[in-house]
């Protein structure tokens, strides 16, 4: 059956952003800081104890975890890659929060990559959860038990425009009335049939023509991004149709895999800007 998709609207990717020009974490380029809404995050798990922790980036630390290094992967959350907007943001937000000691973790065992997953906390505060709530991370949707909090935090950030979500978070704001309408993640037939397989809509509720030139299409991971080529437009009123496997449509991320979770996922827009 057809499953409806959260959408958290646009968010916008990184080529308004480079090295080192970071603003504050909670403001955009130019804007006034927003202070956080009061937030209900759980409880703060507790756990083993780390030494010597690092941040590799918003949502990875380096360790030692009973005399062994390790690498830890920040379970239920995903913040921006290195190469992208609010990168840079989210790692040092992360690094602050792990610098006020001590650091706990508790292990939710291995990813594929051999690193820990897990929930860390640092002098008292729940960093997966503080990093959602202050924008600086999205709330992913596999299943783990923090899930609905960490769903209404980054719900909350995203209302409030908070980090990643400002509208001017890297760059000049855009206007424009282009929108995801759908994503169809579960068709009726095989996800993976370039014809009637999963895919995403976009419509353009605006009164001009939009120029999607640079703009990037994803879903909640790391991996799956498609940009649109130049001089692709959308006319006021007009839908475009965005497939996951090529050989069929204009616009479809690639040959190789589906994109969208049948259990549930995440879409978001990024225009060639870089801002929410």
């Known amino acids: 059956m057809r499953r ?5 609207g646009l968010l916008l990717l990184a080529a308004a952003c480079t090295p080192g020009e970071s603003t504050p974490p909670g ?3 130019g804007s006034t800081a927003v202070a956080a809404p009061a937030a209900s995050l759980p409880a703060a798990p507790g756990g083993a104890p780390l ?3 690092r941040a590799l980036d918003g949502d990875s630390l380096e360790a030692v975890l009973e005399g062994r290094p390790v690498e830890i992967r920040l379970l239920g959350i995903n913040t921006p890659e290195r190469a992208e907007c609010w990168a840079d943001e989210a790692r040092a937000a992360t690094a602050a929060l792990v610098a ?3 650091v706990t973790l508790e292990d939710a065992g291995e990813d594929r990559f051999g690193r820990r997953l897990g929930y860390v906390t640092a002098a008292g505060v729940f ?3 503080s990093l959602v709530a202050d924008g600086h991370a999205l709330a992913i949707t ?5 899930l609905d909090d960490f769903a209404a935090a980054g719900q909350a950030a995203y209302s409030a425009g908070l980090g990643m979500w400002a509208a001017d978070a890297c760059g000049p704001a855009t206007d424009t009335g282009v929108r995801i309408e759908e994503i169809d993640g579960n068709p009726p037939g095989p996800d993976d049939d370039p014809r009637t397989g ?3 809509t976009l419509r353009n509720e605006g009164e001009e023509i939009a120029d999607l030139g640079g703009w990037t299409l994803r879903d909640e991971s790391s991996l799956h991004r498609y940009v649109f080529p130049a001089g692709t437009t959308l ?3 007009d839908r475009l149709r965005i497939v996951s496997i090529c050989g069929a449509a204009d616009h479809c991320f690639g040959d190789w895999e589906t994109v969208w979770s049948n259990g549930g996922d995440t879409g978001l827009l990024h225009d060639s800007h870089g801002n929410v």
Do not use: F
């Open 51 to 53: 030494a010597s922790v």
């Open 235 to 237: 006319g006021p009123g």
């Open 4 to 8: 409806t998709l959260l959408l958290l």
């Open 127 to 129: 960093v997966n959860a």
């Open 198 to 200: 999963e895919s995403v």
């Open 142 to 146: 596999n299943d783990h038990r923090y």
């Open 27 to 29: 403001t955009g380029a």
């Open 100 to 102: 006020e000691g001590p």
